[in-house]
Nanobody
Framework: MRLVESGGDSVQSGGSLRLSCAIS????????MGWFRQAHGKEREGVAV???????AYAESVKGRFTLSRDYAKNTLYLQMNSLKPGDTAVYYC????????????????????????WGQGTQVTVSS
């Protein structure tokens, strides 16, 4: 499976960006996916994850501002980010688990980036005040 992110940029506080993740080489029924981010000097953290039952979980810090969506026809995962804050500055990664447990909830997966075996190269998002 190959994941390629795009859409990262530098924006001012309050701005918006849409990240895209083009996905190839996967078997759809068993793949769960998500967006993670890592700020300089900090641990990688979950931003938004979609489980096999299509439920979505968001980090508390982005709820109401970020929206994850998935276009199956285009094999693309998106992250719409609105009302961006300087604290959102990070490298954003798209990730996939191709053997996702059917019982794994989105909330569970959001906090377990180690369960995702496929990662994109990352895209930088910088938000200035």
């Amino acid at each position: 499976m190959r994941l390629v992110e795009s859409g990262g940029d530098s924006v001012q506080s309050g701005g918006s960006l849409r990240l895209s993740c083009a996905i190839s080489g996967y078997t759809y029924p068993t793949v769960c996916m998500g967006w993670f981010r890592q700020a300089h000097g900090k641990e990688r953290e979950g931003v938004a994850v979609i489980a096999l039952d299509n439920t979505i979980a968001y980090a508390e810090s982005v709820k109401g501002r970020f929206t994850l969506s998935r276009d199956y026809a285009k094999n693309t995962l998106y992250l719409q980010m609105n009302s961006l804050k300087p604290g959102d500055t990070a490298v954003y990664y798209c990730a996939a688990n191709d053997l996702c447990d059917v019982d794994a909830t989105a909330e569970y997966l959001l906090n377990r980036y180690g369960s995702f075996g496929f990662w994109g190269q990352g895209t930088q998002v910088t938000v200035s005040s």
